[in-house]
């Protein structure tokens, strides 16, 4: 596991945006609060870049931990379900996640879109941008909900489920109700959990993201 915190799509994105200047879109108007808007666009996607290796490092040493209890203890084996001293962090982590993929979306709509208001043809092009992360979007905005106002998702205390091979998983429900988690648990399923769940986020943010600079930057 390294050291090395360098985020180089946050690095990318930035040589793209801010350090080129002043975009190219839209044609009319003041396009310094663009420029400050695809900026903090751009960070946002840098702190959800660096969320998830953090949730990528709290995977592997809630995993580190869960096989070093194996060793002495025998009678772990074929357990379904654990909460380890690091169990906890695998969560925290996970809405760090969350919150910055909530905050692309927050800073596009309360910052951008203000920006461009009064270019309707540049509000056209944008609009299927944002309708491809929309899935993911409305998904973290839900989850940022619960996990600022509510409870940690998936519930308070969670652990990890384990597979038959050992693997620690952890479980995520949609949100169908933010105010009743034992309703959001019957949306469980064996494929969303926090890495899943991260992976989706990201995919999603970083075309968002490219897809902006493409067009505020041809």
Same mark, same amino acid.
């Given at each position: 596991?390294?050291?090395?915190?360098?985020?180089?799509?946050?690095?990318?994105?930035?040589?793209?945006?801010?350090?080129?200047?002043?975009?190219?879109?839209?044609?009319?108007?003041?396009?310094?609060? =663009?420029?400050?808007?695809?900026?903090?666009?751009?960070?946002?996607?840098?702190?959800?870049?660096?969320?998830?290796?953090?949730?990528?490092?709290?995977?592997?040493?809630?995993?580190?931990?869960?096989?070093?209890?194996?060793?002495?203890?025998?009678?772990?084996?074929? =357990?379904?379900?654990?909460?380890?001293?690091?169990?906890?962090?695998?969560?925290?982590?996970?809405?760090?996640? =969350?919150?910055?993929?909530?905050?692309?979306?927050?800073?596009?709509?309360?910052?951008?879109?203000?920006?461009?208001?009064?270019?309707?043809?540049?509000?056209?092009?944008?609009?299927?941008?944002?309708?491809?992360?929309?899935?993911?979007?409305?998904?973290?905005?839900?989850?940022?909900?619960?996990?600022?106002?509510?409870?940690?998702?998936?519930?308070?205390?969670?652990?990890?489920?384990?597979?038959?091979?050992?693997?620690?998983?952890?479980?995520?429900?949609?949100?169908?109700?933010?105010?009743?988690?034992?309703?959001?648990?019957?949306?469980?399923?064996?494929?969303?959990?926090?890495?899943?769940?991260?992976?989706?986020?990201?995919?999603?943010?970083?075309?968002? =993201?490219?897809?902006?600079?493409?067009?505020?930057?041809?």
């Amino acid at each position: 596991m390294t050291d090395d915190l360098y985020l180089p799509m946050r690095s990318a994105w930035m040589h793209q945006s801010i350090f080129r200047g002043i975009p190219s879109e839209p044609k009319t108007g003041d396009r310094g609060p =663009v420029w400050d808007a695809i900026g903090e666009i751009a960070d946002a996607a840098g702190g959800l870049e660096y969320s998830r290796a953090q949730l990528g490092r709290a995977i592997v040493i809630a995993q580190e931990e869960f096989n070093g209890a194996l060793k002495g203890r025998p009678d772990l084996w074929g =357990v379904q379900s654990w909460g380890g001293v690091n169990t906890p962090a695998v969560y925290y982590e996970f809405c760090s996640v =969350v919150a910055w993929t909530r905050a692309v979306r927050s800073r596009y709509e309360d910052r951008l879109l203000p920006a461009i208001e009064h270019d309707g043809p540049l509000r056209q092009r944008l609009r299927p941008i944002r309708q491809r992360a929309s899935r993911e979007f409305e998904d973290a905005r839900l989850l940022a909900q619960v996990g600022l106002h509510k409870y940690t998702p998936p519930y308070p205390a969670a652990g990890a489920k384990v597979t038959v091979e050992g693997i620690l998983v952890y479980p995520v429900p949609r949100i169908t109700d933010p105010d009743d988690f034992r309703e959001n648990l019957r949306t469980l399923s064996d494929d969303r959990h926090v890495a899943s769940i991260a992976a989706g986020f990201w995919s999603a943010a970083t075309r968002f =993201v490219d897809d902006l600079l493409d067009v505020l930057y041809p």
